[in-house]
């Protein structure tokens, strides 16, 4: 069975619409064929787990709109660089800490909506967090009114929880409160609890893009205990296969974004076999880098060192002193808070190789740096930034966008392991 879209299948050679048929297979079933009633119950329920296409699209950048406002060197001076992502108990509710330069360059979002009748919502899809949270109606902050926002009492099917929630971002805290309503992702789980924001920090999600952020990491990073979408999805039987998977599209002249398959993949957007790495520690997507090879030559990690794969990143991140050194290395230089390289010199420029369990995974010049008109000007600047980690979760690489746009990448809760091959231009 081969996959032409999100809502049609091949059957006996020809695509069929999945909600028709699964309508109409079933009353053909029961009515003209009463005996094979049991029959007809797998076929439906074998349709409705199919792999569920969730279309990425992509949107402009927060650095990019920063940059057009001139308000990019006004945020690289508000925002802590070394901010670090670890999980504590703080007063009444558990706070997590997450540094805001990780969505400076997010550009891929795909659309969700929570209650009954439906809510819709744009959310960053994020395999470096583990909750759901969206906008809300009770939200005080200038950022929520640029933004759709949850409205419980307009779900029939809402349910109030009532626990209090906080994320800590680089310029203040997100703040909210737990709820419970079903979400739907082409299909609906039920019984899902989320954030509902009440305070936003700053004026960075007012430029923000999307509404929310649907976390796709293990359960041990969610804040509350609550139970992540993608877990609930395996529970309620939503999904074929225990797994999920990323296409990011670099480029930028496509009018494809990119594409997030929850329970399967798509061989159509890599190119070979998949390489298969353990996850080595349960709350991240975290494995094993063997080394960092700058021009052919060990740079960092000569001893091996703890990556994670991390959509909800959008550069490849580091310690602060190695980033610094991978910057000379490549021919970076800081300007306004930021590193720049001479578009003219791209072909000039080493290769960046991760080898991970014993496979390289090489990145170009123009796959590691970004690329945009600036006042009429070509800008590129370079795709690794630095950031601390500090221990027990650090110190950490950040595979982020950058990164996964070159290889596609598969995340298997089944048998805890990353699958990554060649991305399909």
Known sequence: MENKNSDSFLFHGCYIDIKWCVFHTVFFLHFYQPWLGWASFNISLFLLSLPLRITLKRHKSLRKTLRERGQLSQFWKKIKIDNIQYTQECSAFQETNEPLLNYLDEEYFGQISIGNPPQNFTVLFDTGSSNLWVTSI???????????????????????????????????????????????VRLTVENQQFAESVTEPGNTFLDAEFDGILGLAYPALAVDGVTPVFDNMMAQNLVELPLFSVYMNRNPDSSVGGELIFGGYDHSHFS?????????????????????????????????????????????????????????????????????????????????????NGIPYTLMPQAYTLSENSDGMLLCSSGFQGLDMQPPVGPLWILGDVFIGQYYSVFDRGNNRVGLAPAAP
């Open 138 to 184: 009770y939200c005080t902050s200038k950022a929520c009114a640029a933004h759709n926002q949850f409205h419980p009492s307009e779900s029939s099917t809402y349910q109030e929880v009532g626990t209090p929630f906080s994320i800590q971002y680089g310029t203040g805290s997100l703040t909210g409160i737990i709820g419970s309503d079903q979400v739907t």
């Open 272 to 356: 070979g076999n998949l390489n298969w790495i353990p996850v080595t520690k349960q709350g991240y997507w975290q494995i094993q880098l063997d080394n960092i090879q700058v021009g052919g030559e060990i740079a960092f990690c000569a001893e091996g060192c703890q990556a994670i794969v991390d959509t909800g990143t959008s550069l490849i991140t580091g310690p602060t002193e190695d980033i610094k050194q991978m910057q000379q290395l490549i021919g970076a230089q800081p300007i306004d808070g930021e590193y720049v390289v001479d578009c003219n010199n791209l072909n000039e420029m080493p290769l960046v190789t991760f080898t991970i």
